[in-house]
Nanobody, 123 residues
Framework: QVQLVESGGGLVQAGGSLRLSCAAS????????MGWFRQAPGKEHEFVAI????????DYADSVKGRFTISRDNAKNTVYLQMNSLKPEETAVYYC????????????????WGQGTQVTVSS
């Protein structure tokens, strides 16, 4: 059983930056691909970014490419999401999740989820 705890959310103005962190415990962190998803009110979970088990491979939703960066520190059991040039439409609850699958952008392949952290981008 893996427990995930996100932090770093908050209120930021459009164009600003935030760095989210997700600390894992209770499992072998390096055996999981890690993803970030977000859910805006009334919408489905949306894939944001994924990082491979070793951290050597990453991928992003087209909407965030060039502005967001996912990274991980397996020694610290932590995954990060650096978000720059934030837009008001990116206001959402951001979740980190762990997947046994080697590589998947589908939320259905992620077994463990954090409780989420609210990101609010004001215009």
């Amino acid at each position: 059983q893996v427990q995930l705890v996100e932090s770093g959310g908050g209120l930021v103005q459009a164009g600003g930056s935030l760095r989210l962190s997700c600390a894992a415990s209770g499992g072998t962190f390096s055996s999981y691909a890690m993803g970030w998803f977000r859910q805006a009110p009334g919408k489905e979970h949306e894939f944001v970014a994924i990082i491979s088990r070793s951290g050597g491979y990453t991928d992003y939703a087209d909407s965030v490419k060039g502005r967001f960066t996912i990274s991980r520190d397996n020694a610290k059991n932590t995954v990060y999401l650096q978000m720059n040039s934030l837009k008001p439409e990116e206001t959402a609850v951001y979740y980190c999740a762990a997947s046994n699958a080697a590589w998947s952008t589908s939320r259905f392949d992620y077994r463990y989820w954090g409780q989420g952290t609210q990101v609010t981008v004001s215009s």
